[in-house]
């Protein structure tokens, strides 16, 4: 497992995903962990929020939970917005899951070589410091077909 980098590589996460964890989904419009996720649910994608502040509420039609241990399907993308010195602490929370995502992928401005490093460990490829909405727009992926 490595970081994933190249944008051929990239292109082909984002094309072949459907679900996608939010850890740190927002309620706030303005926040990067509401925007970001409200467009990528926009282009079809299934949001699944994470958050135990909002947990029992309700973010692009899905229930809120408020650890990724609890969701009881398979992810393809865990997209992360937390702080980097948060990210150690929820190491445990995504190894657990089960099945394992596919890709932990860090948000903009979040890089934790440790973390990327436990988590491929685990066997899980990791994406640090890209945003999944700009990539989306700057490959030109079309929305994702109901039927896919």
Not at 44 to 59: E, K, M, S
Not at 71 to 86: G, Q
Not at 127 to 143: I, K, M, S, W, Y
Request: hydrophobic share 45%.
């Amino acid at each position: 497992m490595t970081e994933l980098t190249t944008h051929e590589e990239i292109h082909q996460v984002l094309s072949e995903a459907r679900t996608i964890a939010v850890l740190g989904a927002h309620n706030i419009p303005a926040k990067p962990a509401f925007y970001v996720p409200d467009y990528l649910a926009s282009q079809g994608y299934r949001i699944l929020p994470v958050n135990p502040v909002l947990a029992g509420t309700t973010l692009w039609g899905e229930t809120v939970r408020a650890t990724l241990a609890e969701l009881a399907e398979p992810v393809d993308i865990v997209d992360v917005f937390r702080r980097p010195d948060l990210l150690m602490t929820h190491l445990d929370d995504i190894t657990s899951m089960q099945p394992l995502p596919k890709l932990v992928w860090l948000q903009l401005g979040i890089r934790h070589d440790e973390f990327a490093r436990q988590l491929n460990l685990a066997g899980i490829q990791v994406v640090q410091n890209r945003c999944t909405l700009a990539d989306h727009q700057n490959f030109g992926l079309e929305p994702i077909a109901a039927d896919s």
